[in-house]
């Protein structure tokens, strides 16, 4: 072990940098033209998958649908109707926008038609009309009480909706719930590409962290901000909430919680949760553990080195359960097994969940294992082009009463045989305050 593994863990960062080489952080968003893909190839089949013949999305200023970026209504003054239908020619999307944004929505390009509605028409109603014309059965709108993602219908919009409908068509409405889960779950190439670059990111900046910690001087919150500085260097965003992002922790389990100046001393176990935001879409979230040396130490002592390999080992397991056709319980349930196995304190936490436009993001939920009504989309199945963040577990008992949790979090892609590392995992803690030849503690 010793401080051959933090160079062997900067290597491995290193190299994994090509695997999203040519993608600028900095440049002009791919996320136009990627919109437009999923819209015309992943949209249909998501519409299919969910037994849906139509969806219809209201959009409007101030108080937005949460998908409206996604089908190109982010800009909608009025409100404005997206109304996407399957038929036997094939599938369609049809806009009733406001006039005054009709114009700049039809230069995207991004649907068949959009119809301008003069001031004073309600675009609502207009797309009631056309839906009267048409033999739609099921007629999917967002209102969802298990996915906030599906769920940007307003109770006035819906009241509005109905009344506009009549009670006959109204009573086809459905919860796009499974729409919306079949479309956001899975992500294109080019997408995870470029989450494969917000890992590599994510991962080399907090090797860095650690690299400039001095123990019994460095605090979390140095750490901290020490990875705020390179997120505004680099001009990328938070993943998740920024006053918790990122979570660094050298003393006993916080949870989800923001770093405090708690100095960091020799003999911790420092926790670092992590995650980026490129070009204003795409999230990573990564975890990295290290170790603190004390005097005389050149490597983590046993016990410490047994709950590493344990977690690590535990991560392993999950990604080997990884394949489509696979339930989230599943790949949970391996890894809990080994925790079992190595003698591992209890852990409320599912081992991953999807991540992709937000950190826990639509899709299966990899856990359940435990108790199957907390998670129930853990029943669902893995697909190639799903994205995950997963951990490997190992909680023990600190000698003060309070618990602490290896939690080494990766990132991973279903493919169509089993599973892809965005990055090179974690294999090794690092080694934080060594002062002989290839020192962690300094740069």
């Known amino acids: 072990m010793g401080y051959k593994g933090f160079w062997l863990t900067v290597l491995c960062l290193l190299a994994s940098a090509g695997w999203a080489a040519g993608i600028d952080v900095q440049g002009p968003s791919p996320w136009p033209e990627i919109r437009k893909e999923r819209i015309a190839s992943l949209l249909p089949r998501a519409m299919q998958g969910a037994g849906v013949d139509a969806w219809l999305t209201l959009c409007r200023e101030n108080n937005n649908d949460p998908l409206a970026e996604h089908i190109g209504g982010e800009n909608a003054g009025g409100t404005a109707a997206f109304l996407f239908y399957l038929d036997d020619e094939g599938f369609h999307s049809r806009v009733f926008s406001p006039v005054g944004e009709a114009s700049a929505l039809a230069e995207l390009n991004i649907h068949d038609e959009v119809i301008p509605v003069a001031r004073g028409a309600s675009a609502v109603e207009q797309a009631a009309a056309f839906v009267r014309e048409q033999a739609f059965k099921r007629l999917a709108v967002n209102s969802s009480a298990t996915n906030a993602q599906a769920d940007g219908l307003s109770h006035s919009q819906r009241l509005a ?25 899975v992500k294109l190439p080019a997408e995870v590409a470029i989450m494969r670059k917000a890992a590599e990111l994510t991962a080399r900046w907090q090797v860095e962290a650690y690299r400039r910690i001095e123990p019994g001087k460095t605090t979390d919150a140095d750490v901290a901000r020490f990875l705020k ?48 935001k490129l070009f204003d879409r795409w999230v990573s979230d990564i975890q990295r553990f290290a170790y603190v040396l004390k005097p005389g130490e050149t490597e983590a002592p046993a016990d410490i080195q047994h709950y590493w390999e344990s977690g690590r080992d535990g ?21 809990r ?28 939920n990899l856990g359940g294992s435990q108790d199957p009504n907390v998670r129930p989309s853990a029943q669902n199945v893995l697909r190639p082009g799903m994205v995950f963040a997963f951990d490997g577990f190992h909680a ?48």
Do not use: C
């Open 161 to 185: 909706l109905e009344v506009a409908l009549g009670p006959q068509l109204s009573s086809r409405l459905v919860s796009s719930e499974d729409l919306v889960y079949e479309w956001l779950s």
């Open 396 to 443: 023990w008992q600190r000698p003060d009463g309070t618990i602490k949790t290896i939690s080494v979090e990766e990132m991973a892609v279903i493919t169509e045989t089993g599973a892809d590392y965005l990055i090179p995992p974690q294999q090794e803690l690092i080694l934080v305050g060594f002062s002989g030849p290839g020192s962690k503690s300094r740069p």
């Open 315 to 335: 991560g392993r397991a999950a990604f080997d359960a990884m394949k489509p056709g696979v339930k989230g319980v599943e790949v949970d349930a391996a890894q």
């Open 229 to 276: 500085a390179r997120m505004a260097e680099y001009g990328v965003g938070d993943a998740w909430a920024p006053d918790q992002n990122p979570n660094v922790n050298s003393g006993p389990d916080r949870g989800h919680s923001h770093a405090t100046e708690k100095v960091i001393m020799p003999g911790d176990v420092i926790q670092t949760d992590f995650g980026i």
């Open 337 to 364: 097994a080994l925790m079992k196995k190595n003698g591992s304190e209890h852990v409320m936490w599912s081992t991953g969940h999807p991540v992709g436009y937000v950190a826990h993001d639509t899709g299966p």
